[in-house]
């Protein structure tokens, strides 16, 4: 209780709204429905979580972080024993930690999920000890004007600044490429 009454009064009726609609919210705790969850992930994602899942072994992942609930969880939201949403976390220290997600917005784009999903990760985490949910990465030269910014505020209005992002380059010839094909996009979209 005291978590929820901190959030901004648009996520509580998110929140409602989805409990209004049948939203369930089930913790995944088998392997089979966390290999559901990798395929739904990528299906829902495309190409990038292909590249980005290509080295998980989901039977070694959920072995070793997901099984006895100590290392992370994975979270379905249904609707009518349809799946629709999902969330993976994974804990470090005091914090649990998004790690990814997929959601079915072309289907059910007007149902709170993913509010749903990180409510019921966030009470998890507490439960478990964790002293920050962290959501990863806040854009600050967007503000709350981007949308995920808006999300992730609605939980919670502080924004904590870890250390700077750096990139490392492994091919400095392809880097510049890529710098020069991004100005591209952007000078010819305006």
């Known amino acids: ?5 901190g959030f901004r009064r648009s996520l509580k009726s998110q929140l409602n709204k989805a409990d209004r609609n049948g939203i369930q919210v ?11 969850f990798v395929r739904e992930l990528k299906r829902h994602k495309g190409l990038h979580s292909e590249r980005f899942l290509e080295g998980l072994e989901p039977v070694r992942f959920f072995e070793s972080f997901l099984k006895n609930g100590q290392g992370g969880a994975c979270y379905f939201a249904t609707k009518d024993s349809n799946i629709l ?3 993976v976390l994974l804990c470090a220290g005091e914090r649990a930690i998004y790690q ?7 289907d059910h784009g007007h149902l709170p999920l993913s509010h749903m999903l990180h409510w019921e990760a966030i009470k998890w ?9 962290d959501f990863g990465g806040y854009w600050i030269e967007r503000g709350d004007a981007d949308a995920i910014n808006r999300f992730k505020t609605g939980f919670s209005k502080e924004i904590e600044i870890l250390f700077p992002q750096y990139e490392y380059v492994f091919s400095p010839v392809f880097a510049r490429v890529a710098k020069v094909g991004s100005w591209l996009r952007t000078a010819t979209s305006e």
């Open 26 to 36: 089930q913790r995944v705790s088998d392997r089979q429905n966390f290999d559901h």
């Open 85 to 87: 949403a999902g969330v």
């Open 1 to 5: 209780a005291e978590i929820r009454a």
């Open 125 to 133: 985490a507490k439960y478990q000890n964790k002293r920050i949910y």
């Open 100 to 106: 990814w997600g997929f959601s079915s917005k072309l």
